[in-house]
């Protein structure tokens, strides 16, 4: 239970960040601003939490597809969806899943 609620955490803090934003962003750069904007607590954070921030957005686009509300512009950067037609950016087609997969 606390892992999935500390994924939405980082998801509504990501959404929140990249619609003020307007833009694509990476991790890190969603993450600073969240700590900033006292979105993301402290105590909810990882030790890494930018690798965090991009686990949870990769695999919210890998698990949801085209119902995700983040798409990834390109390596390591992600938009809201609903932004996606403001900017002059398209989503990655190809994703390799295996990159994603736990290992055993």
């Known amino acids: 239970m606390r892992s999935e609620a500390a994924e939405l955490t980082y998801l509504r803090a990501a959404a929140e960040v990249l619609r003020q ?4 962003l990476s991790a890190p750069e969603i993450v600073d601003r969240a700590l900033a904007d006292g979105l993301l607590p402290n105590a ?3 030790k890494t939490p930018q690798k965090s921030m ?3 957005l ?3 686009i890998l698990r949801k597809g085209s119902q995700s509300t983040f798409v990834r ?3 390591g950067r992600f938009q809201l969806r609903a932004s996606l037609k403001a900017v002059d950016e398209r989503p990655i087609e190809s994703f390799d899943r295996n990159m994603h997969r ?3």
């Open 102 to 104: 736990e290992r055993a």
């Open 73 to 75: 512009t390109s390596a």
């Open 54 to 56: 991009q686990a949870r």
């Open 21 to 24: 934003a307007g833009r694509p």
């Open 44 to 46: 909810t954070t990882a």
């Open 58 to 60: 990769s695999m919210h």
